[in-house]
């Protein structure tokens, strides 16, 4: 293994060496695929066929001569491949692979091998071959569970740009898309047994513009779902291309859409709209037994359309001030014998989680209602700090890290008046690479007899500054790429001036054929910022606690 990364590959494999004879893979030529890979043919298609342009005979019997062999291995695991390309053999391309996942990772090696026309959607001239490098590549990922969530509820994108944000995922080697399907601001998915919850959860007024903080409002109303149906072909399409989506439906916090569709969920509220701000909400859903099955009617229908084994129930931020003041609330948290009205927030979801498991699912939550006041089977994400994941650990969670202050890519990119909107700390693209899931306190952790495993990492593209497929580019590239890197490379891997060396070099020019309108290493472009738009820049003070930045941020 040569000291940096042949070939610009990202993420960084296990080990890549340049090997035998540099190969043109023709023009047309027969793939043969064993039925075990089979699920690895959309992504062969796709980088080969309809990128590339190339005419592909799949096969799957096991008779005559082949350019591109997917071979199984069953001494591999599921995720590893070894892809071998040599001019002076055949096949051309051979790759090994435990599994349909390691088959798809080893094309998706491939598609950057072949340079950046592979990321084009078609080929722009007359197919003449695929020139490929000769090389050996042994690879596999370090953690298992490699996530990133999209926010889809703050501002809704449209499918096909899901299909695309999923895409470009599992072109990073990304297997999870959490999708945070709902929120006070917006209630994305149609349930046929409540109509209401799109018709009227889906839209809002307006939306306040800038952080949380801001005087402003845009005036326009904003809003959209998805169908069943576009929610069946989300999860079809991210499966084709190995990506797991986790479906949120957030509660019993973040809910005013769902209360403003159906006011009775919060009986000890007034009425109220679609929210149109950011923020904290004072608003929670009530905690009586009409909810509770509204909301089973609810997964219901999630799991009839997401095949995740995961389910996520949020639990994250629930006000109880609320519950506090409300005698009918007291007095089931009294009746159900909880210490206080707090309380009712890990009830309420281990309620829930209860119906999932009774179903084969799990159910993930934010570390709030983690510990121990959650069955172990629920999965924990440890989002604020590494705090809640560690006592999750320790309680017997299995654990997904992902903490505000090092992996919110919608927190600012950089310190300065430039970056649109600037909310939260500073994450640069360096400083995406150098997070590190397992914390030497997190390892000791998951060490520990009887505790839970970390089950991977997660970034977060949460959207309430990012109200266009542009702007979720800009916040997501290239800091999800080196994110990518942290939990795919093996840790001795990791190297700042190997990666900035191929971004630079090799991987921004295939975002580029790709279209994506990623934050420029330098800065944003000009019509990039947004100098009217009022941010929340936050920095940590010498005692590790937030305070407002004064770095010359708005
Ligand atoms: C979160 O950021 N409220 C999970």
């Known amino acids: 293994m040569t000291a940096s990364t042949p070939l610009g ?49 799949v096969v799957t019997d096991d008779g005559g001569s082949a350019a591109v062999r ?8 599921e995720e590893d491949y070894r892809l071998t390309v040599d001019g ?22 491939l598609q950057q091998l072949a340079g950046p026309a ?25 953690f298992g569970h490699r996530a990133v969530l999209l926010d889809v509820a703050r501002h809704f994108m449209p499918k096909d740009g899901v299909l695309r944000f999923i895409d470009l ?52 109303p904003h809003g959209g779902y998805y169908t069943q149906d576009d929610l069946r072909e989300i999860v079809a399409y991210a499966r084709s291309r190995g990506v797991v989506v986790v479906p949120e439906i957030d509660v019993p916090g ?35 037994d009409e909810v509770l099955a509204f909301f089973r009617t609810v997964l219901d229908e999630v799991m009839e359309i997401f095949d995740a084994p995961m389910i996520c129930l949020g639990g994250d931020e629930v006000p109880t001030q609320e519950w506090a003041t409300d005698p ?45 006041r959650v069955p172990t089977d629920v999965v924990v994400n440890s989002w604020r700090g590494y705090r809640g994941g560690i006592d999750a650990l320790r309680d017997g969670h299995d654990v997904v890290v992902c903490p505000e202050h090092e992996v919110y890519l919608d927190h600012r990119a950089a310190a300065g008046l430039d970056e649109p909107a600037p909310v939260g700390t500073v994450h640069t693209v360096e400083d995406v690479y150098r997070f590190e899931p397992l914390t030497e306190q997190v390892a000791e952790a998951a060490a520990e007899p009887g505790a839970g495993a970390v089950l991977g990492a997660q970034a977060h593209v949460w959207t309430e500054q990012l109200d266009s497929g542009r702007r979720v580019d800009y916040a997501a590239y290239p800091r999800l790429t080196a994110f990518a890197e942290v939990v795919w490379s093996p840790l001795e891997r990791r190297d700042w001036a190997d990666f900035d060396h191929r971004l630079r070099g090799a991987h921004l020019a295939r975002l580029d054929a790709a279209g994506v309108e990623y934050r420029p290493l330098d800065g944003p472009h000009p019509w990039q910022r947004r100098p009217a ?10 005692l590790g606690r937030l305070v407002h930045a004064e770095d010359g941020a708005r």
């Open 70 to 77: 997917l071979a199984h291995r069953p001494s591999m695991p």
């Open 254 to 288: 973040h809910s005013q859409a769902a209360i403003a569709a159906y006011p009775h969920l919060a009986p000890h509220l007034p009425p109220q709209q679609v929210w149109t701000r950011w923020g904290l909400n004072p608003h929670a859903l009530g905690v009586s």
């Open 328 to 372: 009918e609330t007291v007095a089931r948290a009294a009746q159900l014998g909880l210490d206080d009205v707090d309380e009712l927030v890990p009830w309420f979801v281990a309620q829930l989680a209860e119906h999932l498991r009774a179903h084969g699912r799990r159910a993930t939550v934010w570390d709030e209602v983690g510990g121990a």
């Open 118 to 142: 592979a990321f084009r959607t078609v080929p722009t001239g007359p197919v003449a071959g695929v020139p490929l490098p000769g090389v050996l590549v042994d690879d596999g990922p370090r």
């Open 533 to 542: 738009v009022p941010g929340w820049p936050l920095r940590f003070d010498e």
């Open 88 to 109: 002076a053999r055949e096949p051309v391309v051979l790759i090994e692979a435990g599994g349909a996942a390691g088959a798809r990772h080893a094309l998706r090696t």
């Open 169 to 220: 995922a599992s072109a990073h080697k990304l297997n999870v898309l959490h999708l945070h399907l709902t929120d006070d601001q917006g209630w994305r998915m149609e349930v046929r047994a409540f109509p209401r919850l799109t018709q009227v959860g889906a839209w809002r007024t307006e939306s306040q513009v800038g952080s949380s903080r801001s005087p402003l409002r845009d005036g326009t």
């Open 9 to 57: 590959l990202v993420p960084a494999p296990r080990d890549a060496v340049l090997a035998g004879d540099d190969a043109v893979l023709p023009a047309a030529f027969v793939a043969r695929i064993d039925p075990e890979l089979a699920g690895a043919r959309a992504v062969l298609l796709d980088v080969l066929a309809v990128r590339l342009g190339c005419s592909v005979a």
